[in-house]
Every structure is written in C-alpha cells, then in structure tokens.
C-alpha cells in the first residue's frame, strides 16, 4: 500500500483505503482543516483536460488568429490550452457534454480549472437536449471559489472574473499580466434552474492582444473539470474512487468507554435513502436520512443480529454541525451541537472486529453490502477515552457544550495519517 498526496489536496491510498480531498477553504472555525469524503466523482472532460485533444472531441478553437492552427493552443511544457484574441485562439469551446442522466434542478455542476493571465468570461449553456441549450445567467444562482471571485456579467450571460482579486480582462483597469506568476485555483458552481443533461462551455479571450499596454496577454487553462458536484474536488483525470477515511484506534471497542467526536457538514441533498458518515465495519454507524426524513439515525448490530437504533430531533442540514459520540457501558449518547439528542442502551456484545473508524461513503458488511452517498465534509476529528485513569467522566454534558461553544480544536494529526 502507498499514500499518494496530490499538490491540489487529494490525497489516497492506492489499495483504496483512504480516499479524500483537503479543504481548507470550508472549515467550523479557524484553525482547523475538512476533508472531504464524497461519492465517486467523474471528470466528464475526460483526458482530454490534460493532454492536447487533437481530434478536437471535447474542445475546440473559435475564430483562431491569422496563421495559427489548433495545435497553436497547446502549450507541451505546461500542458494547458493557450486562448488569445489575435494571439492565438478568440474563444475555446469545449463540445456538447453529455452527463450520461438527466440532473433534477437544483442539482449542482462544479467548472474548475487551473488559471494564468488573460480572460475575458466564461459562458455556461445547460439543457434537456442537446437543440435546447440555454445560457446561465446572473439571475441563477452560482458560487465563486478559489482564487477567484465575480467581477461582473457581461449581457446577463457572460462571467467575468477577477482572480486574486485581479480583474482578468483588457478593459475597466485589467491587469492579467499580473496571473502569469503561477497556477490560481478557478471553481464556479451553477446550481441548474432546470432537469439537464448536456452542458456546454465557452472561455472567451476577446482582445487579448490590448492587454498589458498593447503587449498582449496570453491566458492558460491547466486542467479543466466539470464534476457533478458542489465543489471542486480532486482534478482527476477520469474518475475518483469512492471517498473514505479511516481513523486508527487503540482501544478495546467492548470493554473500554470511549467517545468520538467531529464537525459534519452535508454538501448536498442528493436524493438517495441514506447517507452513511461513521461507522464501525458497518455493523454499528451513524447515518443522515434525505432531508424528506430530515434525521440523524444511530444503529448498532450485536452478535446476535439484533439491531438497535434509535434518531434524532434534529433535521439535516448543509450547515455544520458538531457531532458527539459516547460510549459508557451499555449505553450510548450522540450529541448534536451541544445537546444530547439520542441515546440508546444495547445488550450482549457489539458485532464488530475492525481496528479502524470510517467516516464517509462505503459498502459495508450485514446489508448487502449496499453503497450508500456520502458527500460529507468532516473537520477537527477526536478519538480517545471517555474517562480518565482515575475513573471520572472527562466527556460530561457540561464538557461537550463548552467544547461546542468554544469550537475548540483537537491535535490530533498524529491519529491523522493524511495530514
């Protein structure tokens, strides 16, 4: 096995064991990082985001300047897709893609790319078929992250962009000869007005050749992605395995008390029946119900099968939420934000045999193995005793709210081997 980590945050091992993405731009409070732990993730661009799509089958050049070809706008050394009015290319298209189902309005599709130097917009055009596409525009609703954020729209259709606070284009003071410095993150989330199945992007470089006092900017697009998603999540080439963290211990499940306790945040609202975000090998988790349901439900399995569960008062959400989970003989407590919402008492001996926590989206064992969608943020992740040396309660109701309150954070990146 060899833990891979990747400079834009994902990090994995290669037997699949651990799978997830490093976000430290959606965090609790300050001082802390979220992983993310999602479903499988598609890149629908495919590999033709990263090496030079000569057959033009997903992108392809607009008007291109005099004497240029389309092999003009791949740059070999940095492998990324060159644009410049009456530089190289005026506009990059990429092809009609199809996502392979229709996605429900208020579905969210991610664009991500890696930027330097000139732009002028984006335009994204959705549809039910591929005759009906239909612009975004500014009166949808949209997110801006990364290194980017909105400039203005241009005919209510067209996104411009300032990227590290830089306008990217030639007129209102641009300066996008300032972005050619180094790679900035570039992520739009279009929440869909409408059913869709095919999308459509246009980049747009439009008088590139003004820019920088008449010397002319060029702007580079370094791994494009459209993901399914509400956020960009790991620049993979194809497809990502099923996200999944896996958190040692070192105690005995059955004899010893103990709690674990972590920040959760939904970031969708896929319409799935369940969404599994701990568990221990399956037989004994906790897991968040579509919001038509709207709980938290904890089950454990003994070794007699017979299961125990019990839910929650509080409806899921996407806003975090920090979640408490003890053991104390027979019985076990989950807090949610500082209060005690469930607790449930067990008899005979929990069925599991496993030496790790899990925390995301996986099949497990005593189910059918079932896959259940996670699309879960988890951040400031504790394991440990639920009571000192001597016998008293460390992780008492008065203990967990004023952790609650105090959002306080836990060193515990030693029991992290991903940090």
Known sequence: MALIKEPYGLVYNDDGSLCTTYRDDDVPFAGVRSFAVETATTNYFGIDAWEFDADQSIFYPYELASGKTWADCWDTK????????????????????????????????????????????????????TDSLTYFNSTNTY?????????????????????????TGYFWNGSPQHLLDRWYDVEITYTLPANTRYIQIIWDFYNAYLADGGRGVKGYIHKPQIEVKPFASSFVVGSRPTGIIAVPFYIDLNTEDWVVSFWHKMTNTYSFASRIIFSIDGNFHLN????????????????????????????????????????????????????????????????????????????????????????????????????????????????????????????????????
């Not at 991500?112 to 335009?123: A, R, T």
């Not at 070794?303 to 939420?321: C, I, L, R």
């Not at 460390?394 to 004023?402: G, K, L, N, Q, V």
Request: hydrophobic share 35%; glycine share 10%; net charge positive.
């Open 78 to 129: 940095q492998r990324a897709y060159v644009g410049g009015h009456n530089i190289t290319v005026w506009r990059i298209w990429s092809q009609i893609v199809d996502l392979g189902q229709v996605y429900s309005a208020g579905t969210k599709i991610t664009l991500s790319w890696k930027h330097k130097g000139y732009l002028w917009f984006i335009i994204f055009y959705y549809g039910l078929t």
């Open 143 to 167: 997110e801006i992250k990364g290194d980017a954020s909105l400039d203005h729209w241009e005919s209510n259709i067209g996104l411009h962009l300032k990227i590290n606070n830089i306008r």
């Open 288 to 419: 968040t119900y579509h919001p038509s349901a709207g709980k938290y439900n904890w089950m454990c399995m003994n070794t007699d099968n017979v299961v125990f569960k019990a839910s929650s008062t509080t409806t899921v959400d996407t806003n975090w939420n920090f979640i408490v989970l003890t053991k104390n003989g027979s019985n076990f407590k989950v807090y949610i934000n500082g209060i005690p919402e469930i607790n449930l008492n067990y008899t005979g001996t929990l069925k599991y045999n496993v030496n790790n926590f899990k925390f995301g989206n996986f099949g497990f064992g005593g189910i059918g193995q079932l896959s259940y969608v996670s699309n879960s943020l988890f951040s400031n992740i504790y394991i440990g005793k639920y009571r000192r040396k001597d016998g008293t309660v460390i992780w008492t109701d008065d203990y967990i709210r004023e952790v609650y309150e105090a959002q306080m954070p836990f060193a515990v990146q030693n029991q992290l081997s991903i940090y």
